[in-house]
């Protein structure tokens, strides 16, 4: 026993490594309270090396600690978007006005972003329904504090409030849903669980509502309707480094949680008449049909309620709960072609979101305001900012020649291949909704003038140079995207064996 732990500790490394970046950084922020530079140094090598560390692992296909983790290339795949993300938001909050405000200690701040990390990081690889849970959990908890982080803010304590409640609703739910799988197949092990199901005397009612009950925690990670209803108001009142955090890397956990739990527990692998690389769900689990109505009412009611938002963070909060809609639409597809779309599209989303929200700080910074109405006239008054934000937008439309068109391409090629044909009208649709509100940025930018014209917006090369890194990958990955293709195919080609 003791053998074979030291031997899964090995794989266990990148995970390590989050660990004692997170003890060390408590442990300087109790030495050098004064300054949050000591720690945000620390964070950001142990985020570094943790990458390193990770990419090691690139042809990995293990399960460690008695199954509860896997270390194979679709958990490295989303492992590589979160560190990515990571190591990212430590260099905005670096330059974000609201963090670095006078007398504000950042240390714990810095700490807990490596605790969340490390959750995420977690429910990458978690395969046993205890592991998800418990990677749930830590994420969950250190972002609560996060998310309310700047006190003095009006609507920051509620925001945190509200995530709070929210969290520990679908918390219980997900957790009942467990005891009932637990309950009728004697295992927490999604694999052992997968074989129970195929003797097949198992209630199917029964497994159902298990199912249900547990995706509301998946659902609430992604933020997917009905169990979006945190994601508003946080995204309002957490700091826009977080807000930007928890869109992308929180929403990869997530997924890469809730497809491995369909994918390995209730996919009929004695089914071999299927072509290659598609999947067949268990007699009278068809799941996928909930997920395709999640999907339409996630992306519908995102690009609806975010026609009528004025404030940027909100509107890309809802912006977000669509995006969650269009990834879902791959979950539905049951082949790896579907899988291989979402991988695409978190990379894309990776970069033209977070280039997004950077922008949204950047303008925040100087002017203290994330009213749309308060971006009228900035077109002349920052051009290379907003050229790079309606880029950004633009990206997040899907309209060519960005990446965004590229992800949501592979999208909908999954979609119509597979026979779902209205899912693809839908998400194209919606995707037709999401340019008005882009488009109303796009007015006040270059086509109203501003009610007091003010000078001109001088940022710093080294937010120049922040702005260029997730601008560049926004358009190459538009115009060359084969290596990317490539590697998410790789991603899930073997994924689902133990």
């Known amino acids: 026993m003791a053998e074979q732990i030291l031997q899964d500790l090995q794989l266990f490394y990148p995970e390590l490594a989050l660990t004692a970046t ?14 949050s530079v000591v720690v945000s140094g620390i964070v950001m090598i142990g985020f570094v090396v943790t ?16 199954n509860m ?5 679709f958990a ?20 974000s006005a609201e963090l670095n405000s006078p007398n504000r200690k950042l240390g714990e701040y810095y700490a807990l972003l490596a605790a969340l990390t490390l959750g995420m990081m977690l429910m990458a690889g978690a395969s046993n329904l205890l592991m998800m849970y ?10 609560y504090i996060l998310s309310g982080y700047t006190k003095e803010a009006p609507d920051s304590s509620e925001a945190s409030l509200k995530y709070v409640i929210y969290g520990a ?6 957790l009942y849903g467990i005891s009932i799988i637990y309950g009728l197949t004697g295992s927490l092990d999604i694999y052992t669980i997968n074989q129970v199901l195929a003797e ?91 997920i395709a109505a999640m999907s339409v009412l996630t992306m519908t009611l995102g690009n609806l309620v975010a026609i009528w938002q004025n404030n940027l963070k909100r509107l890309l909060a809802y912006s977000s709960i669509a995006h969650a809609g269009y990834m879902l639409m791959g979950v539905v597809v049951l082949n790896n072609q579907g899988l291989a779309a979402i991988l695409i599209y978190f990379v894309v989303y990776l970069f033209m979101n977070l280039g997004a929200f950077y922008v949204v700080m ?5 002017t203290g305001s994330e009213d749309i109405e308060d971006y009228k006239g900035l077109g002349a008054r920052a051009p290379f900012i907003t050229v790079a934000l309606a880029v950004f937008f633009i990206s997040l439309t899907g309209l060519p020649p960005t990446a965004g068109f590229i992800g949501k391409l592979y999208l909908f090629a999954a979609l119509l291949n597979s026979g779902w044909v209205w899912l693809a009208v839908v998400g194209a649709l919606n995707s037709v909704i999401s340019l008005y509100y882009y488009v109303r940025v796009f007015r006040n930018m270059y086509l109203r003038p501003a009610d007091q014209p003010g000078p001109p917006l001088v940022f710093g090369k080294l937010q120049t140079a922040i702005v260029l890194v997730l601008l560049i990958p926004t358009i190459l990955l538009g115009l060359y995207f084969t290596p990317l293709v490539q590697l998410a195919q790789a991603s899930v080609k073997i994924f689902g064996t133990p």
């Open 22 to 35: 997170f003890l060390v950084a408590i442990l300087a922020d109790l030495i050098f309270r004064r300054t």
């Open 51 to 66: 990458a390193v560390l990770v990419l090691g692992q690139s042809d990995l296909h293990a399960s460690i600690f008695s």
């Open 69 to 73: 983790i896997a270390v194979d290339p």
């Open 76 to 95: 490295h795949f989303f492992k590589l978007v979160i560190i990515i993300s990571a190591i990212l938001i430590v260099v905005f909050s670096l330059g």
């Open 134 to 143: 418990l990677a749930i959990e830590l994420s969950s908890i250190s972002s």
């Open 169 to 174: 609703l679908s918390s219980g739910l997900m």
């Open 200 to 290: 097949g005397d198992i209630s199917g009612v029964a497994l159902l509502i298990a199912g249900v009950l547990t995706l509301a925690g998946f659902g609430y990670k992604i933020s997917a309707v009905p169990f979006h209803f945190w994601t508003p108001d946080v995204y309002e009142g957490a700091p826009i480094t977080i807000t930007a955090f928890l869109s992308v890397a929180s929403k990869a956990g997530g997924f890469a949680l809730m497809i491995r739990f369909f994918k390995v527990t209730f996919i009929d692998s004695s089914v071999v008449t299927l072509p290659e690389g598609a999947w067949a769900t268990f007699e009278g689990f068809e799941w996928y049909h909930i």
């Open 362 to 366: 950047l303008v925040a910074n100087k």
